[in-house]
Nanobody, 115 residues
């Protein structure tokens, strides 16, 4: 059974930092293209960052320069570190696994940036 389980969300003040984790099981993590997406209230889900099996990363312009996506092959886990958080970063953050014949999604973790 495939599972993508996000953690690390929470409430943080503007300018703060968070590190999101996505622990995976049931997929061949070593060949998966992993990513983080987010969905703010009333908005469509959007890409935040991706990292492919070779380690190449891609970021949305809105988070570029203040976010880092990484993966640990030993732990089958992908991370998203976000710094200098802004209120507009408030959203549910979803983990995604692709390149496996179909897409897999986690259930999401809520990030709230507010003073």
């Amino acid at each position: 059974q495939v599972q993508l389980v996000e953690s690390g969300g929470g409430s943080v003040q503007p300018g703060g930092s968070l590190r999101l984790s996505c622990a995976t099981s049931g997929i061949i993590f070593s060949i998966a293209d992993m990513g983080w997406y987010r969905q703010a209230p009333g908005k469509e889900r959007e890409l935040v960052a991706t990292i492919n099996r070779g380690g190449t990363t891609n970021y949305a312009d809105s988070v570029k320069g203040r976010s880092t996506i990484s993966r640990d092959f030993a732990k089958n886990t992908v991370y998203l570190e976000m710094n200098v958080l802004k209120p507009e970063d408030t959203a549910v953050y979803y983990c995604h696994a692709g390149g496996l014949g179909r897409d897999y999604w986690g259930k999401g973790t809520l990030v709230t940036v507010s003073s």
